[in-house]
């Protein structure tokens, strides 16, 4: 087994003391420093796995002890010792470098947690992930790319909240769960939450569970997402689509690391690491008052940037390589390639909807074109691109048949009501092959892989 050594940085001797009794319970070796000074010295000679040092001390502050770490032992994890309440120099400490930090009167449930991350932190990553700039999830040979590997890496040993910008569809996820799956935390849940989506008066019980029979509807107990991600990462997606009412819920929530099932008389602790993101201009929005500055402040100590598909144009060739082996997995055929007029227009174009939308135009343009090779035609990259799984103009030869359909009266579901239709095509066009694909497709006027391909979108294999 191996021991894992600990340097316990603080002026008061009974701290010291509390901490080493605290650690050695836990099998670690400890070493102690009542200054910066001596503890540069033992950081330099013992190289631990941890340390934990107090914000005062008699030569400088906690924050210019990270910063040096940072410098001379980047291999060491460091937490500081914040006063109570002390938001602002947690939050500084953090920006410094400190992957996490623990205030006083320090709990030793609390204490415990973050030394086993700490721990896990000098535990070799997944091979997969071992590489000095192994791509993952994340593909790209671009510099942008690579530089945001490399930032993700770092962030995946931090514990500090990371605020995730970009443009629709440009990975912000992704890169969230890469965070997620390089760091400490990999082997507990990632809940990956859309706040645009949740019904604002379901909202808090979705966070933070709710007790049966404390509202109409609440049939059973609740654990919500905040439990659900307990010891693993709760990622918030446009958190800017949150209420102002829940944001003050979710700050409140995220600082006392803590939640109040609805319902419920008693606080759960919960321990999370939360991540988020949008694609709106979150600062703007805190300027207009629609964004609650306390809660930007809180979760945005780090910022990610993920830049734009059309500012990395050579990764297009490489992206477009693995989204149509995918595609070609999926339908289990061989996958196609595109020539090289297809990538030049691929590499001119806007992309206003990011890698999302470079998934759609090849999954479009792989089920349209005949042979496997996807020309510019076949990319159909007009002004305004047509959302994915729709007919591209030239695939109405059945309807041309046909009377025009009688639009219905007042509202619709519009999605359903064409997908209604498209399965009656469909339909009568296979009856009337006596259910030849290919003499059907023709029928229909498209390939016979875009007759595949919406033979399992609607469910009709
Ligand atoms: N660098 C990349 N390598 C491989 N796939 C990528 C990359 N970036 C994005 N993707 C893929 O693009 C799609 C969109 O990514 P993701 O959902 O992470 O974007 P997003 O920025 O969170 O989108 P939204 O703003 O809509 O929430 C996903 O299928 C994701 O796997």
């Not at 099998?27 to 040092?53: M, S, V, Y």
């Amino acid at each position: 087994m191996t021991t894992h050594t600990a340097l316990i940085v603080d002026d008061e001797p009974d701290i010291r003391d509390l901490l080493e009794i605290t650690l050695s319970r836990m099998g670690i070796t400890t070493l102690t420093a009542p200054d910066i000074t001596c503890a540069k010295k033992l950081l330099g000679e013992h190289k631990p796995q941890l340390c934990l040092t107090d914000m005062n001390l008699p030569d400088g502050n906690g924050i210019e002890l990270v910063q040096w770490i940072q410098q001379n032992t980047p291999s060491t994890p460091v937490a500081v010792i914040t006063a109570y309440g002390n938001m602002d120099t947690a939050i500084e400490s953090l920006k410094a470098g400190a992957f996490d930090f623990v205030s006083k009167p320090v709990e030793l449930p609390r204490l415990r947690e973050l030394v086993n991350s700490a721990l896990k932190l000098s535990e070799p990553a997944p091979e997969s992930e071992s590489g000095p700039d192994e791509p993952g999830l994340l593909l790209g040979q671009s510099s942008e790319i690579k530089r945001l590997r490399n930032q993700v890496r770092k962030l995946a040993r931090s514990q500090a909240p990371v605020f995730i910008s970009g443009e629709s569809g440009s990975g912000k996820e992704l890169v969230a769960r890469m965070i997620h799956i390089q760091g400490p935390r990999r082997d507990k849940p990632f809940i990956a939450v859309n706040c645009g989506a949740i019904p604002s008066e379901l909202m808090e019980s979705e966070f933070f569970g709710h007790k049966k029979g404390s509202f109409t509807g609440a049939v059973d107990n609740k654990d919500g997402l905040f439990r659900s991600a307990d010891g693993g990462t709760l990622f918030l997606d446009e958190v800017a689509d949150l209420p102002l009412a829940m944001q003050v819920k979710l700050l409140r929530a995220i600082q006392e690391k803590a939640v109040r099932p609805v319902g419920d008389t008693k606080e759960v602790p919960v321990d999370i690491r939360v991540l988020s993101a949008t694609h709106k201009d979150l600062p703007n929005l805190v300027q207009e008052g629609e964004f609650r500055q306390d809660l930007f402040y809180r979760i945005n100590v780090i910022e990610l940037a993920v830049p734009a598909l059309r500012d990395r144009p050579d990764d297009i060739n490489l992206l477009s390589g693995h989204i149509l082996e995918r595609i070609a997995r999926e339908y289990e055929c061989e996958p196609a390639s595109l020539t090289r007029e297809a990538i030049e227009r691929l590499k001119g174009y806007e992309f206003p909807g990011n890698v999302r939308e470079l998934e759609n135009i090849l999954e479009r343009a792989f089920t349209l074109c005949d042979a496997d090779l996807i020309g510019p035609e076949d990319l159909h990259l007009g002004n305004c691109p047509a959302p994915s799984g729709l007919a591209p103009a030239g695939s109405t030869a059945f309807s041309a048949e046909h009377e025009a359909l009688a639009a219905p009266e007042g509202e619709i579901d519009l999605e359903n009501y064409l997908e209604t239709i498209e399965r009656q095509a469909i339909e009568k066009a296979l009856e009337a092959t006596r259910w030849n694909k290919t003499a059907a497709a023709k029928r229909l006027g498209i390939s016979f892989r875009a007759l595949r391909y919406r033979l399992k979108k609607l469910g009709m294999e």
